[in-house]
T-cell receptor, first 111, second 115 residues
Framework: GEDVEQSLFLSVREGDSSVINCTYT??????LYWYKQEPGAGLQLLTY?????DMKQDQRLTVLLNKKDKHLSLRIADTQTGDSAIYFC???????????FGQGTELSVKP | SAVISQKPSRDICQRGTSLTIQCQVD?????MFWYRQQPGQSLTLIAT?????????ESGFVIDKFPISRPNLTFSTLTVSNMSPEDSSIYLC????????????FGPGTRLTVL
């Protein structure tokens, strides 16, 4: 079955770029997703990428997909203190629209 | 995207009791799911709530412990039965629609503490 792995922590300075990485195992995944969870809040869908794309850009967010290596990354340009949160990557598994989530990467942005 | 609300937002319960969590969506949706997020952990899918039929449970979760109802396309409930401290978690409802990009949208979650 599908397995999704992420590094647990990332610390950057305000204004720098952040890169959060994710690996997955199921090459048949059609879409891959990035979610953001702020302290005490639910999950917010940040962006997604279709499996036939290599890159997707949305304002400060850039998603890169390397299908050969089954590697997904989320780059946040000009990181702000408001970007401090836990970021989850997610991939579909089995049928029925179910998602499996990575462990989450806690991003800490220092002024 | 759909607007999803959950009740209660948080609760503190005694061991051995049960709590029912409600999830309400502002539009009809095809799929509704229930997840658990234990402290400091990722999300684990409990079950898919099926409208008009029994929920489909993931490995490790059973109907007796987590009964689920879905009477229509905008509402579902999850009950956490005979609670123990190990059930202390955030419980999240999510919705999806196969007509779009298979993305799921999440409710704000219910933070449950069992003493």
């Amino acid at each position: 079955g599908e397995d999704v792995e992420q590094s647990l922590f990332l610390s950057v300075r305000e204004g720098d770029s952040s890169v959060i990485n994710c690996t997955y195992t199921d090459s048949s995944s059609t879409y891959l997703y990035w979610y953001k969870q702020e302290p005490g809040a639910g999950l917010q869908l940040l962006t997604y990428i279709f499996s036939n794309m290599d890159m997707k850009q949305d304002q400060r967010l850039t998603v890169l997909l390397n299908k050969k290596d089954k590697h997904l990354s989320l780059r946040i340009a000009d990181t702000q203190t408001g970007d401090s949160a836990i970021y989850f990557c997610a991939a579909p598994y089995n049928q029925g629209g179910k998602l499996i989530f990575g462990q989450g990467t806690e991003l800490s942005v220092k002024p | 995207s759909a607007v999803i609300s959950q009740k209660p937002s948080r609760d503190i319960c005694q061991r051995g009791t049960s709590l029912t969590i409600q999830c309400q969506v502002d539009s009809q949706v095809t799929m509704m799911f229930w997840y658990r997020q234990q402290p400091g952990q990722s999300l684990t899918l409990i079950a898919t709530a099926n409208q008009g039929s029994e929920a489909t449970y993931e490995s490790g979760f059973v109907i007796d412990k987590f009964p689920i109802s879905r009477p229509n396309l905008t509402f579902s409930t999850l009950t956490v039965s005979n609670m123990s401290p190990e059930d202390s978690s955030i419980y999240l409802c999510s919705v999806g629609d196969r007509g779009h990009y298979n993305e799921q949208f999440f409710g704000p979650g219910t933070r449950l503490t069992v003493l």
